[in-house]
Structure formats: structure tokens, C-alpha cells
T-cell receptor, first 114, second 117 residues
């Protein structure tokens, strides 16, 4: 069965600093990988996804993520964080076929200091 | 249009009430999902519909009854809920390729925040 681990429950960064959120997955085949962001009281918004091809994926809001098969990781990065990036971030992995059952990590809460 | 809408935004109900949550999408997606999310937790899958047929039921109690009247609408009927059912209920949709396969990019609605008293 697939699983996702987000090792950092809470991260605090200063506005303008760089950001990296970690995601490790466990899945036997090539996974479908997603990063979502959720602002308080809101639904989930897809930031980016990886299915195949270039392992560096560009997303919305200036985010990018890199798929590293050797490390079973799909870390999310942003070079300069804005106060509006404060939110909950979820990494998810899907199976690609006969699925509809993406597995979500427990999330990382991002706080941005002024 | 990549929007999934959900109504109502907030709902307060007693344990003997019957209420319904509504979800709508006009992206032509043929897979629709209900999730339950407790505070500071990831979404938990409840139901998946594919081509208006129930495809996945994650052993959800019968006090939750989903319905997919057409390809754009998804309802969740609520009856005799418990206080522990209070949560954010999220709807999502994705393109469905049929034949058991799913195009897995899910688009989420803003959710309905439910409080059961």
C-alpha cells in the first residue's frame, strides 16, 4: 500500500526567505505525486503534480517540486516566501489506475514571520 | 472553468435533523468524491462516484448517504449524525477515463463546515 510522510509538522520562515517542505512516499511503482495548499477554512488547491517526464515540476504561485526516485522524495520549494503563503500544505500520492484513492500526508503548517 | 462549488458553506444541525450537502462542477468530470476533514488533519476519503455510480465506499456509516443525480451534481444526505461527525466536508472531482482508470488530478471545492449539536 502507498504511504506519504511529511516529516515537518510545523515550519516557520521569515518573509522573503526560501522554503523547502519535505515529502517522502512509499509506493512500489512510479507514483503520481501532488502538492496541495489549504488556507484556513478553505478547500484544497492544487499547487503542482508529477506524473512522468521532467523531474523538476513548476507549479502555481512560484512553487516548484523535484521528484527524486532514489530518495523517494517529492520536496516542495519556493525561493522567496510571501506572507500570503502561510497555510497548510499536503503532499499526496496516487496509484494512477483504478484509484481515486490518493493517500495524503498529515500536512505541514507554514507560518511566515514578518 | 475549474471550479467546484459547495453549498451551504456552514451548517449547524441537531442529532435528529436531516440535511443535505450539495456539490456541483461543470468541468465535464465524471468522477466525484466526498471527503471528511477534521481540524489539523488530512482529508479522509468517504465516497467516490464514477459515471454517476458509486465506485468506492470507505466503510462510511449509513447515516451518511451519497447521491449522484447527474454528472454535474453530487449530494451528501445527512441523518441522525453524531457530534463527532462535525468536520469540514470537501467535495472534489476529476476526469475519469473509464474502464477502471482515473485521471487523478482532483479539483476541490471550498467545503461545508458542519457542526452537529
Amino acid at each position: 500500500a502507498q504511504s506519504v510522510t511529511q516529516p515537518d509538522i510545523h515550519i516557520t520562515v521569515s518573509e522573503g526567505a526560501s522554503l523547502e517542505l519535505r515529502c517522502n512516499y512509499s509506493y512500489g511503482a512510479t507514483p503520481y505525486l501532488f502538492w496541495y495548499v489549504q488556507s484556513p477554512g478553505q478547500g484544497l488547491q492544487l499547487l503542482l503534480k508529477y506524473f512522468s517526464g521532467d523531474t523538476l515540476v513548476q507549479g502555481i504561485k512560484g512553487f516548484e517540486a523535484e521528484f527524486k526516485r532514489s530518495q523517494s522524495s517529492f520536496n516542495l520549494r519556493k525561493p522567496s516566501v510571501h506572507w500570503s503563503d502561510a497555510a497548510e500544505y499536503f503532499c499526496a500520492v496516487g496509484k494512477g489506475t483504478n484509484a481515486g484513492k490518493s493517500t495524503f500526508g498529515d500536512g505541514t503548517t507554514l507560518t511566515v514571520k514578518p | 472553468d475549474t471550479e467546484v462549488t459547495q453549498t451551504p458553506k456552514h451548517l449547524v444541525m441537531g442529532m435528529t435533523n436531516k440535511k443535505s450537502l450539495k456539490c456541483e462542477q461543470h468541468m465535464g468530470h465524471r468522477a466525484m468524491y466526498w471527503y471528511k476533514q477534521k481540524a489539523k488533519k488530512p482529508p479522509e476519503l468517504m465516497f467516490v462516484y464514477s459515471y454517476e455510480k458509486l465506485s468506492i465506499n470507505e466503510s462510511v456509516p449509513s447515516r451518511f448517504s451519497p447521491e449522484c443525480p447527474n454528472s454535474s451534481l453530487l449530494n451528501l444526505h445527512l441523518h441522525a449524525l453524531q457530534p463527532e461527525d462535525s468536520a469540514l466536508y470537501l467535495c472534489a472531482s476529476s476526469q475519469d477515463l473509464g474502464g477502471g482508470g482515473f485521471q487523478e488530478t482532483q479539483y476541490f471545492g471550498p467545503g461545508t463546515r458542519l457542526l452537529v449539536l
